[in-house]
């Protein structure tokens, strides 16, 4: 029972935390689904708790229409800056990894294996691509903005997107592949951990939104070393902990003690630190247009 309340923070805080930090040109439409996506998620958060049958499956369609939405969004958010550097693929990830996860809630509380995948694995990726889909892919690409487009940011943003879409390849080719995209993702996590230990850095932040930044970043280390270890036993059958283990301390150290925390530290960043306090680079900064 532990994945649903997990789920249900990537459900009803997370996405609409993160849509609310997005910058530059934004589609007609995504404000007013960030407004309303609460309520979408009531449904799919009732799915959770009920047994798997007709009628759970039915209301997690509800949410799973809703994220569909969201990942419409992406191709207008394309038209309106018609631009692929790296940080806007990081968001375009970022607007249509819930998709993914909430095709899997339906296959998933309608007990059908989707595409083959056993329903103990099309749970966990109802919150894996809450949080590695959607959250981390948000991030790596306000990190990318906030580093000014800098070599490391434009790996970071480039490497989580991709390592997300390769360990996704890989449930469909075989273990070493899924271990080679784990490998991606985790260099891409790792160079948004360095550039969020920068940023703690060079702000001159309160404490509460320092600390933030510094659990965020060095949480993420440790869960996406438990992920590699996952991968690379899988792959090579060393010893390893298993699914359950590494759902219990990956899954729930990369979406609260990565996700959350990243997101309120930006959110804090975003209103001036919350209580009025001015945010001021120790070093001068030159703004690039979204």
Known sequence: ???????????????????????GPRPPGL????????????????????????????????YALATLALACQAPARLMLTRSLRPREVAVLTALAAPSVAGIALVAERASYPLLGFDLDLLALTVPHFHFAGFAAALVAGL??????????????????????LLVLIGYFVDDWAELAGAVVLTAGMAAVAVLTLRERRDL???????AL???????????????????????????????????????LGNALG?????????????????????????????EIPA
């Open 1 to 23: 029972m532990l994945v649903a309340p997990v789920v249900m923070i990537g459900m009803f805080w997370v996405v609409p935390t993160g849509l609310a930090l997005l910058d």
């Open 31 to 62: 404000d007013r689904l960030r407004r309303v996506w609460p309520l979408l998620a009531v449904p799919g958060a009732l799915s959770l708790w009920l047994p798997r049958s007709g009628a759970s499956a039915g209301l997690a369609a509800v």
């Open 143 to 164: 990190v990318c903005r906030a580093s000014e487009d800098g070599l490391t940011a434009r790996f970071a943003a480039l490497s989580v997107p991709a390592g997300t």
């Open 204 to 210: 001159a932040a309160d404490g509460p939104t320092r």
């Open 213 to 251: 930044l510094a659990v965020s970043a060095l949480v993420l280390v440790v869960t996406m070393l438990l992920a590699l270890d996952w991968a690379l036993g899988e792959a090579t059958d060393f010893p390893h902990l298993d699914l359950t283990w590494t759902a219990a301390t990956h899954g």
């Open 258 to 286: 990565f996700a959350v925390c990243a997101l309120l530290a930006r959110r804090r960043l975003r209103a001036g630190d919350g209580a009025g306090a001015t945010i001021t680079p120790t070093r001068p900064r030159t």
